[in-house]
């Protein structure tokens, strides 16, 4: 039959909070919140050439453990589309923190847009590692 009616979406920027929702982010960046649990399948049948994966258990250098299809997903969660190619190969930090991006823009609250003569200003710092000087021990 397809997906279970009584679900609920929330649009982004609607009056959800991801806390109380099932969160997931497509590969196109779009957020889909859930008022309540549901099963992977449910998600998958209409995503066919993707894999859900949970943020929690994404690991640097291991591939990406997917979510069982028969797996509730829980409120609270944040989960990621992921196309099938990607489920064998370990997650480089790059991908780790185009993920978190997405995920962070997908999830922030709606923000007004500025004006065309206002300017904002940013900060960076620079971080360096062992592993991005090509250092070995």
Known sequence: ?????SIQYASKGGNHSWQSTVNIVHLGGKLQQ???PIKAWH??????NCFIC????????????PVAPT??????????????????VPLSLQDLGALAIKANAALAPSKPILKA???KKFRTHPT????SLGHSH
């Open 1 to 5: 039959m397809g997906t279970c009616a």
């Open 34 to 36: 859930l008022k309540e």
């Open 43 to 48: 998600v998958l049948s209409q995503n066919p």
């Open 54 to 65: 949970c943020s929690e258990s994404m690991y640097v250098g291991s591939p990406i453990p």
């Open 71 to 88: 797996e509730e997903l829980q409120l609270g969660h944040i989960y990621f589309l992921v196309p099938l190619p990607k489920s064998r």
């Open 117 to 119: 003569n206002s300017q």
């Open 128 to 131: 360096l590692s062992s592993v």
